[in-house]
């Protein structure tokens, strides 16, 4: 069974960066479309961004030029690069494919913003 584990995350201020990495063990997701997928305190999980390869991809409006997706297929690896980063940003972050596939959620990494 592939396992997702996911780190980066922590503590900034308003208008820090943070860079999010997801790796796969036991399997690969390479040729998979995968996303990242935040949950904020009180609220659903949802999805923040896909990437398939580097001309398909994918942002939800609230993040569009702010976070940046990516992936290195030999390192089996996805990243999210998070600039500019916001209070409402603040969240346990997820990786996944995408459609998700429930047996794969992990721990997730927590981001929070605040000053």
């Known amino acids: 069974q592939v396992q997702l584990v996911e780190s980066g995350g922590d503590s900034v201020q308003p208008g820090g960066s943070l860079r999010l990495s997801c790796i796969a063990f036991?399997?690969?997701?390479?040729?998979?479309?995968m996303g990242w997928f935040r949950q904020a305190p009180g609220k659903q999980r949802k999805l923040v961004a896909y990437i398939h390869n580097s001309e398909n991809l994918y942002y939800v409006d609230a993040v569009k030029g702010r976070f940046t997706i990516s992936r290195d297929s030999a390192k089996n690896t996805m990243y999210l690069q998070m600039n500019g980063l916001k209070p409402e940003d603040t969240a346990v972050y997820y990786c996944n494919t995408f459609p998700a596939d429930n047996a794969l959620w992990g721990q997730g990494t927590q981001v929070t913003v605040s000053s």
């Open positions: 036991r399997g690969s997701f390479n040729f998979i479309t």
